[in-house]
Structure formats: structure tokens, C-alpha cells
């Protein structure tokens, strides 16, 4: 898995760097087939920072937003977004494996006894 935190106008602790990318790899616990992720922080607004978390995974994408006061507010919203929407969709996916899967047959193919 690829984690790829970026920052637009300014920079970021290695501290703050270390703490994103942990919250980041805990976003496996909730969908195992995640290829990327990409973290944007925008600073422009140092009072309300901006998060953007885009999640790659088996050919589709998560996009979760979040802005807050401070930037790990505004990170653990969107981390929870995030998780909300694998959990989701790992439900789905689950679903559909169990209900397409063997089914009680029907009278159709039922052997039944001759009678004479």
C-alpha cells in the first residue's frame, strides 16, 4: 500500500507526517484490498485547514473532505469518513458473495419416487 500525504501553502512537522501515516495504514483494518492513498492538506486557511484522503481500492475510489479548526480535527474527520465509506462498501461486497453463491434447489430437479 502507497500512502502519499501532500501539503498546499506550507509545510507540515515530520511529527504531524508520522502521526497522518499511521491513522493511514489503520485504514486497512477496514478494506484489505486498498492500493493507494493520497492525502492532500491545504494550509491557505491556517485556522481551518482542509483534509482530502482519495483511497484507491480494486478498481474504485473513495473521496473523503473535511475541514476543522485544527489540521488533526480535520484528519480524524476525514479518516472517519473514510472508514465509514470502506466499511460500506466492504458490506456490499460481502453481500453480494453470500447471496450469489449455492441455492436451495428447486421442485424442478427434485428426484421424487415413481409410482406405479
Do not use: C, W
Request: no cysteine.
Amino acid at each position: 500500500m502507497q500512502i502519499n500525504i501532500s501539503t498546499r501553502h506550507g509545510h507540515i512537522s515530520d511529527e504531524t507526517h508520522e502521526k497522518i501515516t499511521e491513522k493511514m495504514e489503520k485504514l486497512s483494518r477496514f478494506f484489505d484490498r486498498i492500493n493507494s492513498i493520497g492525502v492532500t492538506i491545504d494550509l491557505e486557511h491556517r485556522d481551518n485547514p482542509v483534509v482530502d484522503i482519495d483511497v484507491t481500492a480494486k478498481q474504485k475510489e473513495f473521496v473523503a473532505k473535511s475541514q476543522a479548526g485544527e489540521l488533526m480535527i480535520s484528519v480524524d474527520q476525514a479518516v472517519d469518513r473514510m472508514e465509514q465509506q470502506l466499511r460500506k462498501y466492504k458490506e456490499k461486497v460481502q453481500s453480494r458473495h453470500r447471496n450469489s453463491g449455492h441455492r436451495a434447489p428447486d421442485d424442478v430437479g427434485e428426484l421424487r419416487p415413481e409410482t406405479p
